[in-house]
């Protein structure tokens, strides 16, 4: 009997850490085929306090334009930033007609309620090839348009807080910085490019993450860093957690980091999955339930999430013993003996949970 009894008691690998922090966001890309995994980061009990989708509108879907949670608009690339720039000003003046999050139950203080952004990612990778994602932009180019287009977004009526352009976390994309750098003061020589904040990208191991974000720091050491992505790519499950553990307790102490989204929210299989990054860093399985590191990536149990769980299987109460699948309540339930074992799984569940 105990030995059922402890069969039906939810478990976990216990892999990664289900510590949350006021910086964690979200990047998030929704296709036909997974637009309603977002409502899973609706959930009241979510920890998520901001998102991004490379877009000037918020979204994926209609949840998330209604979530309470800091949209953050992208001007992907040179290229789009005046339509980009137009539809982040339709948002702000309400003509859009698009309701955003401000200083709501996650923010942090970061904006003023109603149609209120506060931040702006740009240019996106533009050291990388537009087939990977990049924006491929000169150093030339971008602070033209920088600095005609993207530039006014910090002064009065908008007043918002710019990020320096995202290039890889490389030496080629620490190149595109110096020369984006010169031509910024070259345009515009009483003040250059200016911007809040340093949005970071990094693939790799752990190790030089961290040496990464020194070597942006020792660069802007007045500027806080965001880590807009991040991941170990093409990495089996153990090297994947490993740096997943590693990397957010580290990004969580760093006083510098500010914010980061971990790159991984979409399904590991189909056509959502993400062929370079590999189906370990996936925050849902191919299913569109959440993978162990999703789970954990939201808080984990302690935050009524678990692996498995879905946007259909989390929609009720959050308790521990929700986790016990349909068909073991009811294979138990067909003998007196598993009928006891439930009502004292469902006792010991629900007192951990309220310990949790």
Known sequence: ??????????????AATNSTSPKRGLCYIATDN??????IFTRPNSPLTWYYNYSPWPGPSGSLTQWDTEFVPMVHSAEDAAASVDTIKSILNGSAGIPIAGAGRNNGGGGGGGNRISHVLTFNEPDGDTSSGGSDSSPERAAKVYIDTVLPLRAAPYNLQISLPATTGSGSGLDWLRSFNTSCFKLRPAGGCPFDFVAAHWYGDFAGMASWLGTLHDLYP??????????IPSADETATTSFFN????????LAYVARYAWFGAFRSSGDDANEWTGEEVSLFDGDGRLTLLGAEYLGGEKDGFREGESVSSSSGSSNSAAAVTPLVWFSAANSPWGILCLLLTWSVATTFSGLL
């Open 246 to 253: 590693e990397s957010l307790p580290y990004l969580d102490g």
């Open 34 to 39: 997974s637009a309603s995994d977002s409502n």
């Open 1 to 14: 009997m105990l030995t059922l009894l402890l069969s039906l008691v939810p478990l976990s690998r216990g």
């Open 222 to 231: 007045a500027k806080p860093i965001w880590m807009t992505e991040f991941a």
